[in-house]
């Protein structure tokens, strides 16, 4: 504060003379003086030189809250949702020299664009993104097709039907990645109207390469992690391996529930069909029936019932779709960028860190080798050759030890994500909640209109009716 008030600094900043000034005093400060103009006054060649120690030290003060900012990803589920929303649409069937395909409408809210994208364009979409973003959470396509024959043609039409949806989560969650939503490959791929969209994506690729060759910081990775990263990473490993095997059971339950109303729905169809054709049988009844004289009006009644019935049947079926549009999809969409997770953590371990272990092995064999060739007598090119491989040997495991830092930078941030998404748990239950909610509220004001019915045909054919 002392060397504050003895240096002029209009409006915040400092000129040159000042500047040397402020360096003097704390010069003094530091000499054990009491930091004061008169003391520079008394001084007749230089200014004294304060000690500021190495430049290294001011760079890692400096640069210590950057490296906790790229390490972080301050995401929330709001924020990553918004970023896109992308519908995939089925359009009508349309049929090639040979054999028929299914095509698909991408709009992108984002872009406001309208594409038109085959399950090949979708696979190598996949396939480039895989390459692209090796170290990161790339979400499974769901599969290309089922063996001919084994399907009806409506278990055909389902998955189908399933195989959409699957894709609008796939290319959801990748428009709403943090990192993939503002690469060129996304953007191409939801906004590219040409007639080859795949030869577009592979040049892309081919111009950019994978994210280790163009992050900025991918070479200096390691200075990032914290000390204990190994230690995060197994424990968010198992944490999240957990919560994955319980939305595993969420989405099954669910999707019985859901099974349950569409069963439901069908069973109140095929009721008052029953009742139906009870009330139109005309055939006349024996002399000796009881209700000979009420049961003509009776069956009339019941006829009318029908419809009431058919309703019904309606509004479970629609409940059906509410439990399966709303809950089951939210589920699945979650699902799919867990169990991406876990198959980047297998890249993880099964890629980058057991090709770094192959390479300190052939490096250690090559090693044994050069001492061998050294203790014995051999021609000088062989050896040479020798160290030429070893150099090169060597480049080689410091790229895959930087890419596998690289690799432990993205699985911390990709973790991230994942904790960043868990929120999405009370959107689920909001949906699964007021479906029932509101299923159950049409179902008995459907009910409820019934009840003085069935008690008006009761009473009218001379029958006691119990509620």
């Known amino acids: 504060m002392w060397i504050v008030e003895h240096v002029d600094s209009a409006d915040g900043f400092l000129t040159k003379l000042s500047f040397y000034k402020a ?25 004294p030189r304060p000690q500021l120690g190495e430049p290294w030290e001011l760079t890692s003060l400096r640069m210590q809250r950057a490296q906790e900012d790229e390490l972080m990803v301050s995401q929330t589920l709001d924020g990553l949702l918004s970023r896109d929303t ?27 664009i309208s594409v038109y994208r085959r399950y090949s364009d979708f696979d190598v979409f996949h396939e480039v993104m895989l390459q692209r973003f090796a170290y990161r959470v790339v979400p499974a396509l769901p599969p290309k097709r089922v063996l001919k024959g084994v399907l009806t043609s409506v278990s055909e039409r389902e998955f189908i039907e399933g195989r959409r949806r699957g894709l609008c989560r796939f290319i959801n969650l990748v428009a709403r990645h943090p990192f993939f939503s503002e690469d060129e490959l996304v953007k191409t791929f939801l906004t590219f109207s040409g007639s080859d969209v795949q030869t577009k994506l592979r040049d892309i690729y081919k111009k950019t390469g994978d994210e280790f060759m163009t992050n ?39 999707e019985k529930m859901a099974e349950r109303s569409k069963e439901n729905a069908s069973d109140l169809l095929m009721f008052g069909r029953e009742l139906s054709t009870l009330g139109s049988d005309s055939s006349p009844l024996p002399s000796l029936a009881p209700l000979q004289n009420s049961w003509g009006s009776l069956r009339q009644s019941l006829k009318s019932l029908s419809m009431e019935f058919s309703v019904l049947s309606d509004k479970a079926a ?9 809950v089951v999809e939210k589920l699945n969409l979650f699902l799919d960028l867990l169990q991406s997770y876990r198959d980047l953590c297998e890249r993880h371990e099964k890629g980058v860190l057991h090709e770094h272990q192959k ?6 064999v090559m090693k044994r080798q050069m001492m061998t060739a050294a203790a014995q007598p051999k021609e000088q ?57 509101r299923g159950h509220r049409e179902m008995g004001a459907v009910w409820n209109e019934l009840q003085p019915k069935l008690g008006c045909l009761f009473s009218d054919n001379g029958i006691k009716h119990s509620t």
Do not use: W
């Not at 629609?318 to 549009?325: A, H, L």
């Not at 390479?359 to 250690?364: C, E, F, N, R």
């Open 23 to 47: 360096l003097a005093l704390i010069a003094l400060a530091q000499q054990g003086k009491q930091p004061s103009p008169k003391l520079l006054e008394n001084v007749i060649q230089e200014l």
């Open 86 to 112: 992308v519908q995939v649409e089925l359009i009508p069937e349309k049929k090639g020299l040979f054999l028929k395909h299914v095509e698909y409408q991408i709009i992108s809210q984002r872009y406001k």
């Open 216 to 254: 900025r910081i991918a070479t200096q990775a390691k200075e990032f992690l914290p000390a204990d990263i190994q230690a995060q990473f197994s424990t968010s490993r198992e944490l999240i391996r957990n919560i994955h095997n319980s939305f595993q059971r969420l989405r099954d339950r669910a």
């Open 318 to 326: 629609q409940q059906g779709r509410r439990e399966e549009d709303d």
């Open 359 to 364: 390479a300190l092995h052939k490096y250690g």
């Open 381 to 437: 090119a062989s050896v040479e050759q020798l160290e030429s491989r070893i150099v090169q040997q060597e480049n080689a495991i410091q790229t895959m030890e930087l890419r596998n830092y690289f690799s432990l930078f993205c699985l911390h941030q990709e973790t991230q994500l994942i904790f960043a998404y868990l929120p999405i748990t009370s959107h689920i239950l909001g949906a699964f909640i007021n479906s029932q909610v």
